[in-house]
């Protein structure tokens, strides 16, 4: 009785706008145009589809593609990182843990200040750059992912880091040999979260990387917003588009995300 | 006896400059900032040059109504959210965690909007909260309702962006509301059942207090996302109409497009300033408060 009341109650409230993105999608200008929940008249995904990848010249391959190079570059660099940091943070307490800790902390509650960050791009010539977005994703995921692998780490017994260094492995070895390897469940989880996090990111391609050149798929559909203004079957087919890679890692991946996003929750 | 070498041999394998390669990313581009972010805050910075004028920008910014409405709609905005968050949420848990028909299809349609792009549940909400021809104004006209103008008045805009912003991340509450549930012992809701506890005496008096730990992480979580939050606000009403929905953070972005940089950069201490005096106090005070077993 009351699963059938949450059931319905969860389809109007949540399946009802996604099944307006689908039907908008299909349907022609005119009828898009009406913005009403109704079946298409005429089922025009495939051409909807055409004119939105051929648009200004293809600008949403473009954009797939870059969004696939940042959302790799960054997530790789991201992970290995601060995988690092927390190796040494969790196994060698010391004078300088609870200094690393705030600093980690601080990166989760500060707002990055815009201007003096385009200022430092600026500076170091990687303003307008990928290679600059790119070290900006890895700098702003860098705390999430500490605190995910060092709660993580303090389950994984140090006996085995001794007994590779019995062995006679040095810091690179027992990290990349022994240690990562162990965490490759924890740091699947990270991959994914900060996939789904730098892909859907907006505002900080809005302002390192603006400009048509080096567009992402957030900003093509930012941009399609005041250029397809009346044209609602393509502005939906282009949400559409969009909204297939984290539909992907939600049904590969939902345990791992879940698990990512309450790790630490309920030890408070 | 092995106490001296064996410190010795766990500094070598436990180095820090293993620190170094995410000190250097994370120092250039995220603390370098923050810190210049204080300095740059009293000038009046264009392209070219800048130059030291004192607390002039943030006697702006407490002086131009445009500008104090960003400050008190980022209150207003960030309360409303992570309230409602708590409030829907905990129930949502209940519910998920109970024995009813439907339960994993459930808890996935209420998670799946957090991963979807920020920008495409703001047009698309944006479209649906039309007020003439809207979905959600057409079916409320069915059930004999008038809608409100939604993002077109000014006295609803800024509420109808908090309640998107809920629809997209009440999920993520539910979730760490779930997890702080299924960890309370089994033991102690037995115990209420045999001493003839009914179903809100248990709420009240076992599953509210020992899951404080997740509301903890739902009001402090939803509160810094609150104080931050630019691009669903950016993408349902551009601050607008007039600057009725504006908040520090797409304050921040207008005065940095119109190459205020200087006003701009106040604008962010103002936001680093609020989120600390708020969040930090919070966090140590219901941390503090732990329930005793």
Known sequence: MLGGVAILASAVVFLVPFAFVVLTAFKDRAQSAELDFSWPRQFRFAQNFVDVVTARDYTLIIAFVNSAILTVASVAVMVVLAAMVAFVLQRRPGRWTKVVDFVVLSGLIIPPAVVPTIRVLQGLGLFRTMTGLILIEVAFGLSFCVLLFRNFLATVPRELDDSAVIDGAGPFRVFFLVVFPLMRSVAVTAVVVQSVVVYNDFTNPLYFLPGDKNVTVQLTLYNFQSQYGTQYNLLFTNILLITIPPLLAFLVANRRIVAGLTAGAVKG | ?293
Not at chain 2, 138 to 147: E, I, W
């Open chain 2, 1 to 293: 006896m092995a106490g001296p070498r064996r410190r010795h041999r766990a500094g070598s394998v436990y180095p820090h400059w293993f620190y170094l390669p995410a000190a250097v990313v994370y120092g250039t581009l995220f603390l370098v900032p923050t810190f210049a972010s204080f300095y740059f805050s009293l000038t009046r910075w264009t392209l070219f040059d800048h130059e030291f004028i004192g607390l002039e920008n943030f006697v702006v910014f407490f002086q131009e109504p445009a500008l104090v409405k960003g400050l008190t709609n980022t209150l207003v905005y960030a309360v409303v959210t992570s309230g409602l968050k708590v409030v829907l949420a905990l129930p949502l848990a209940v519910l998920l965690t109970s024995d009813i028909v439907g339960r994993a299809y459930l808890r996935s349609v209420v998670f799946f909007p957090v991963l979807v792009s920020t920008i495409g549940v703001g047009i698309t909400f944006t479209v649906l909260m039309q007020p003439n021809g809207g979905l959600i104004n057409d079916a409320l006209a069915v059930l004999g309702v008038r809608g409100p103008a939604w993002l077109t008045d000014p006295s609803s805009a800024l509420l109808s962006v908090a309640l998107v912003d809920v629809w997209k991340g009440v999920g993520l509450a539910t979730l760490i509301y779930i997890a702080g549930i299924v960890s309370i012992p089994s033991e102690y809701f037995e115990a209420a059942r045999v001493d003839g506890a009914g179903r809100f005496t248990t709420f009240r008096h076992i599953l509210l207090p020992l899951c404080r730990p997740a509301t903890v992480t739902v009001v402090i979580l939803s509160l810094i996302g609150g104080l931050r939050s630019f691009d669903l606000i950016w993408t349902m009403t551009r601050g607008g109409p007039g600057f009725t929905s504006d908040v520090i953070a797409s304050v921040i972005y207008k005065q940095y497009q119109a190459g205020f940089f200087g006003l701009s950069t106040a604008g962010n201490v103002v936001l680093f300033l609020v989120v600390t005096v708020i969040v930090l106090p919070l966090s140590w005070a219901l941390g503090r408060k732990r329930v005793e077993l």
